[in-house]
C-alpha cells in the first residue's frame, strides 16, 4: 500500500498541493482525476520523487520514503509512466526497456519475458528505434520499461492521451492483470471517465490542490462530474 499524508507543495510561495491525505491500495487501481491545473501531474511527482515536497510525508508499505530521490524510490519499488511517454526515441525498442532494469535490486541482467507476453507487439519490435513506433506501441513501451523494474507500485500519467481505442483497451486489461494476478498497486492520473469507470476501482478528485472527492468509483456520480469535472 502506498499512503500520502498531509502532503503539500508550492513553487516559492505559491502553493500547489496542500494537505493531501490518500491511502492506495494494494491489488486496485486508484484514479486521481480534476480539471487541467488542479495539480494532479504535481502530486504524482511528488510521489515518487521528482518534486520534493514541503510538508508531509510518502510512505510504502508503512515505510516512510518523502526523503528518497526518485532513482531510491524506484529502487524502494515505483515504478513511473510519464505523460508523453518520454520514451528514448533513437534506442531500439530492446534498449528502452533494458532502461528499466536499472531500477531492479536482483541484478538481473535479462527483460523479463512477462513484458513481451504483456505487449507482444514489443517482442516483434525488438530492434526498431523507439521513435518509429505509433503513439499506442511508444505507450505499451512506456509501460513495459516501467514494469521492467518489477514495481509494487505502478504510477501513470494519463496513460490513454493520444492512444487508439483497441490500445486503450489493451491498457486496461494489463493494468488489471497486474492488480488481481501479480498485487501490484496502480495509480494513474485519467481524464478518460469511461476507462476511469471500467478500470479503476477507488477514485479521488482534486480542485486547486485539494482532495474534494474520494470513494470507489461505482460511487462516482454525475453530480460529482458535473460539479467538479466538466469544462
Known amino acids: 500500500m502506498l499512503t500520502v499524508e498531509n502532503l503539500s507543495f508550492a513553487y516559492g510561495t505559491v502553493g500547489i498541493l496542500r494537505d493531501i491525505n490518500m491511502q492506495m491500495q494494494t491489488g486496485r487501481v486508484t484514479c486521481v482525476i480534476g480539471r487541467n491545473g488542479v495539480g494532479k501531474t504535481t502530486l504524482l511527482k511528488n510521489i515518487i520523487g521528482l518534486l520534493k515536497s514541503s510538508g508531509g510525508t510518502v510512505r510504502l508499505d508503512e515505510k516512510d520514503i518523502s526523503s528518497l530521490p526518485a532513482n531510491k524510490r524506484a529502487r524502494a519499488g515505483l515504478g513511473f509512466v510519464p505523460q508523453g511517454r518520454q520514451i528514448f526515441p533513437k534506442l531500439t525498442v530492446e534498449e528502452n526497456l533494458r532502461v ?20 507482444p507487439v514489443l517482442k516483434e519490435m525488438t530492434k526498431r528505434r523507439g521513435g518509429d513506433l505509433s503513439g499506442g506501441q511508444q505507450q505499451q513501451l512506456s509501460i513495459g520499461r516501467a514494469l521492467v523494474g518489477n514495481p509494487k507500485v505502478l504510477v501513470l500519467d494519463e496513460p490513454t492521451e493520444g492512444i487508439q481505442p483497441n490500445i486503450i483497451q489493451q491498457i486496461g486489461h494489463v493494468l488489471r492483470d497486474l492488480v488481481e494476478s501479480r498485487d501490484v498497486t496502480v495509480i494513474l492520473v485519467e481524464q478518460y471517465l469511461d476507462f476511469v469507470r471500467e ?17 470507489e468509483t461505482q460511487q462516482l456520480t454525475e453530480e460529482m462530474v458535473q460539479a467538479h469535472l466538466s469544462v
Open 100 to 119: 528499466g532494469l536499472e531500477a531492479r535490486n536482483d541484478r538481473q541482467k535479462n527483460i523479463p519475458d512477462e513484458i513481451y507476453t504483456l505487449f
Open 199 to 215: 478500470f479503476g476501482h477507488d477514485f479521488y478528485i482534486m480542485d486547486r490542490g485539494q482532495v474534494i472527492e474520494s470513494g
